[in-house]
């Protein structure tokens, strides 16, 4: 048997692409905790850890998407939904005076999850420009 050949028999597959380490991904499969606040067949919404609003609701896509950045033409529809389930979700909160929706993309745009996400924020008046 070839040296390659018998490295790759030896070799364990490890598992280390950007889907499988994905805390959102881990989070969509139910192997992180989260406290769910919505779900359909495409999207999931849950608390974020760390609220910086009263109201602090993550919504992303089960597929992963690392950032709006990596979108592609065929997720328009996808887009649109999680946005639409974003003002659903500000209507059942109550946030009736108004809420803000964020979507950090790559290392300017301050993302820190690189699944694609979107922070529904309200409960209190925002200030503008952000940080
Ligand atoms: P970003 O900075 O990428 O726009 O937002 C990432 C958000 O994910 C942050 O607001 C952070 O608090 C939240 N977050 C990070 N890890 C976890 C986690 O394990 N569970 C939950 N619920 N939220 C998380
Ligand atoms: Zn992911």
């Not at 779900?39 to 849950?46: E, G, K, L, V």
Request: charged share 20%; hydrophobic share 40%.
């Amino acid at each position: 048997m070839e040296d390659r050949a018998r490295s790759h028999e030896l070799t364990p597959v490890l598992y280390t692409g950007p889907v499988m380490s994905c805390i959102f991904c881990k989070i969509v499969a139910g192997e992180i905790p989260s406290k769910a606040i919505y779900q359909d067949d495409s999207a999931y919404a849950f608390a974020d850890i760390g609220p910086k609003a009263p109201v602090h609701v993550l919504i992303v896509p089960r597929e992963h998407i690392a950032s709006l950045s990596e979108a592609a033409e065929n997720h328009r529809d996808l887009l649109g939904h999680l946005l639409w389930t974003a003002k659903e979700i500000a209507h059942q909160q109550g946030l009736t005076k108004g809420y803000r929706v964020v979507v950090n993309s790559g290392e300017d745009g301050g993302q820190t999850v690189d699944h694609l996400h979107l922070h529904l924020m309200g409960g209190r008046p925002m200030t503008w420009p952000p940080g």
